[in-house]
C-alpha cells in the first residue's frame, strides 16, 4: 500500500524545474580533467566538479579523469572514469574508497522525511566497468547520523541503473544550507565496512553495515568505473518508468556548479585589482572578482594557481616591484578578497596607490564546497 500511494503521488507531483543533482553529466571539470597517483589519504574534489573521492585504501591508487565516452544516443558525452593503477589485495580492516555526492539541506526538505508521508528517493545512474562486480550506493542523512544502502552489479557495457530507497519517517535533515543528505558509492571496503549486515533499511549509521557483500575496485589494475547520467527523482521508479534525465545547457550546468566552485581563469599581465603601498616594501589591497562570488552557497576559502605576481604604481605600464612572497589571498567579508603581498625585489614609497597584477598564467579558485 505505501510503495502504491509514492508511485502514485511521484507521477502527480510536480517534478523540480532543476535537476536535483547538479553536473550529474559529467560534463563540467573546473579543477582539472585528470589527476594520476591518487590513494591512501586523497580526500576531496579533484576532477568532475561536486564529485568526491574519500580514500583510505592502503596500497591502492587510482587515476580520476572526465572522459569522453557514454552510452549511445544517451544525451550525454562525458563521463567521469576511475582507474585502478595500483592493486591492493591485502586489505585492512580500516581501507574505504567512497564517491560521494552531497546535498544541501533545504533542497531535500520535499521529501518529507521525518514524517508519516516521507517520501522515495530513486537513485539512477549510467555505468560501465571492465568486469560484473557487485558495489554499494545509498543515503546518509548527515544532520541525524542515520542510513540506508543498496548493492548493484556493474557490466561491462553501458548499463543504466535505477535503485528507488524509501523515505526516512524518523528524521530528516536540517532545512539549511549546510550538508543534509550525502550520496555515497562505495567501490572498496574492509572488515571495518563489511563485517555487519547490509543497511537495506534506515538506521543509525554503522560503518560496519555498508558494504556488505560489496566487491573491491582495487583487485586488480584492471579494474575501471565509468559513470554518467546520475540523477535523483522523488518517488519510486523502476527503470522503465525513470523520469528522462534533465539535460541543462553547459551555462546552466557551470553557474549551478559555481554554487560551490569557481575556478576563474587568469591570463599572464592581468591586473588582479588595486591597493596601497603599506610600505616600501609591501602592498595590500582588494583583487577585482567582477561579482563572481555573490551566488555562492557560502563565504568560500580562496586559493590561487598563479605562481608569480607584479606590483606597480602609476601608469599601467610602469612595473616597479616584483611580488612572490607574503599571504598572498584571503577572504574579508563575504565577496570581498584581499591582498597582502611583500617584495621579492624592488621597492618603492609607503602610501602610494598600488596595482597588483598576475606574471603567469593560472587561476584564482573560490571554494565554498559542502
Same mark, same amino acid.
Given at each position: 500500500?505505501?510503495?502504491?500511494?509514492?508511485?502514485?503521488?511521484?507521477?502527480?507531483?510536480?517534478?523540480?524545474?532543476?535537476?536535483?543533482?547538479?553536473?550529474?553529466?559529467?560534463?563540467?571539470?573546473?579543477?582539472?580533467?585528470?589527476? @594520476?597517483? +591518487?590513494?591512501?589519504?586523497?580526500?576531496?574534489?579533484?576532477?568532475?566538479?561536486?564529485?568526491?573521492?574519500?580514500?583510505?585504501?592502503?596500497?591502492?591508487?587510482?587515476?580520476?579523469?572526465? =572522459?569522453?565516452?557514454?552510452?549511445?544516443?544517451?544525451?550525454?558525452?562525458?563521463? %567521469?572514469?576511475?582507474?585502478?593503477?595500483?592493486?591492493?589485495?591485502?586489505?585492512?580492516?580500516?581501507?574505504?574508497?567512497?564517491?560521494?555526492?552531497?546535498?544541501?539541506?533545504?533542497?531535500?526538505?520535499?521529501?518529507?522525511?521525518?514524517?508519516?508521508?516521507?517520501?522515495? +528517493? *530513486?537513485?539512477?545512474?549510467?555505468?560501465?566497468?571492465? #568486469?560484473?562486480?557487485?558495489?554499494?550506493?545509498?543515503?546518509?542523512?548527515?544532520?541525524?547520523? !542515520?542510513?540506508?544502502?543498496? %548493492?548493484? *552489479?556493474?557490466?561491462?557495457?553501458?548499463?543504466?541503473?535505477?535503485?528507488?530507497?524509501?523515505?526516512?519517517?524518523?528524521?530528516?535533515?536540517?532545512?539549511?544550507?549546510?550538508?543534509?543528505?550525502?550520496? !555515497?558509492? =562505495?567501490?572498496?571496503?574492509?572488515?571495518?565496512?563489511?563485517?555487519?549486515?547490509?543497511?537495506?533499511?534506515?538506521?543509525?549509521? @554503522?560503518?560496519?553495515?555498508?558494504?556488505?557483500?560489496?566487491?573491491?575496485?582495487?583487485?586488480?589494475?584492471?579494474?575501471?568505473?565509468?559513470?554518467?547520467?546520475?540523477?535523483?527523482?522523488?518517488?519510486?521508479?523502476?527503470?522503465?518508468?525513470?523520469?528522462?534525465?534533465?539535460?541543462?545547457? !553547459?551555462?546552466?550546468? +557551470?553557474?549551478?556548479?559555481?554554487?560551490?566552485?569557481?575556478?576563474? @581563469?587568469? #591570463?599572464?599581465?592581468?591586473?588582479?585589482?588595486?591597493?596601497?603601498?603599506?610600505?616600501?616594501?609591501?602592498?595590500?589591497?582588494?583583487?577585482?572578482?567582477?561579482?563572481? %562570488?555573490?551566488?555562492?552557497?557560502?563565504?568560500?576559502?580562496?586559493?590561487?594557481?598563479? *605562481?608569480?605576481?607584479?606590483?606597480?604604481?602609476? #601608469?599601467?605600464?610602469?612595473?616597479?616591484?616584483?611580488?612572490?612572497?607574503?599571504?598572498?589571498?584571503?577572504?574579508?567579508?563575504?565577496?570581498?578578497?584581499?591582498?597582502?603581498?611583500?617584495?621579492?625585489?624592488?621597492?618603492?614609497?609607503?602610501?602610494?596607490?598600488?596595482?597588483?597584477?598576475?606574471?603567469?598564467?593560472? #587561476?584564482?579558485?573560490?571554494?565554498?564546497?559542502?
Amino acid at each position: 500500500m505505501a510503495l502504491t500511494r509514492a508511485f502514485k503521488n511521484a507521477v502527480h507531483q510536480e517534478r523540480r524545474k532543476t535537476p536535483l543533482v547538479v553536473n550529474g553529466d559529467m560534463a563540467v571539470a573546473q579543477r582539472s580533467t585528470s589527476v @594520476t597517483g +591518487l590513494g591512501d589519504g586523497d580526500e576531496g574534489y579533484v576532477t568532475v566538479d561536486r564529485m568526491r573521492h574519500t580514500v583510505a585504501a592502503g596500497a591502492g591508487r587510482f587515476t580520476s579523469k572526465q =572522459t569522453a565516452d557514454a552510452p549511445n544516443d544517451s544525451g550525454f558525452d562525458k563521463c %567521469l572514469e576511475l582507474d585502478c593503477t595500483t592493486a591492493d589485495t591485502s586489505i585492512a580492516a580500516d581501507e574505504v574508497f567512497n564517491l560521494d555526492y552531497r546535498i544541501e539541506g533545504h533542497d531535500v526538505q520535499h521529501l518529507k522525511y521525518g514524517t508519516s508521508d516521507a517520501e522515495y +528517493l *530513486t537513485v539512477g545512474f549510467w555505468m560501465k566497468a571492465d #568486469a560484473a562486480v557487485a558495489y554499494s550506493v545509498g543515503f546518509i542523512d548527515v544532520d541525524n547520523s !542515520r542510513s540506508i544502502r543498496s %548493492l548493484f *552489479t556493474t557490466g561491462t557495457d553501458w548499463t543504466y541503473h535505477c535503485i528507488p530507497f524509501i523515505g526516512d519517517t524518523v528524521s530528516g535533515p536540517n532545512d539549511d544550507i549546510g550538508e543534509g543528505m550525502r550520496l !555515497r558509492f =562505495t567501490f572498496h571496503g574492509g572488515s571495518d565496512f563489511t563485517g555487519g549486515t547490509l543497511a537495506t533499511s534506515w538506521e543509525s549509521t @554503522t560503518a560496519a553495515n555498508f558494504h556488505v557483500g560489496g566487491g573491491s575496485f582495487f583487485a586488480s589494475t584492471d579494474r575501471s568505473i565509468k559513470m554518467t547520467g546520475l540523477q535523483l527523482e522523488r518517488g519510486y521508479f523502476t527503470a522503465e518508468t525513470m523520469p528522462p534525465f534533465q539535460h541543462e545547457s !553547459r551555462t546552466e550546468n +557551470l553557474a549551478r556548479c559555481q554554487r560551490y566552485f569557481i575556478s576563474h @581563469t587568469i #591570463a599572464d599581465g592581468t591586473r588582479l585589482g588595486d591597493g596601497i603601498f603599506r610600505s616600501t616594501t609591501r602592498v595590500l589591497g582588494n583583487v577585482d572578482n567582477t561579482g563572481l %562570488l555573490h551566488n555562492m552557497r557560502t563565504t568560500p576559502s580562496v586559493a590561487t594557481t598563479i *605562481t608569480s605576481f607584479q606590483v606597480y604604481h602609476g #601608469a599601467d605600464t610602469t612595473t616597479n616591484s616584483a611580488a612572490s612572497s607574503g599571504t598572498g589571498f584571503a577572504m574579508s567579508g563575504t565577496h570581498e578578497v584581499r591582498t597582502d603581498f611583500t617584495f621579492s625585489s624592488g621597492s618603492t614609497t609607503a602610501g602610494l596607490p598600488g596595482k597588483l597584477r598576475a606574471n603567469s598564467a593560472g #587561476a584564482m579558485q573560490y571554494d565554498a564546497e559542502l
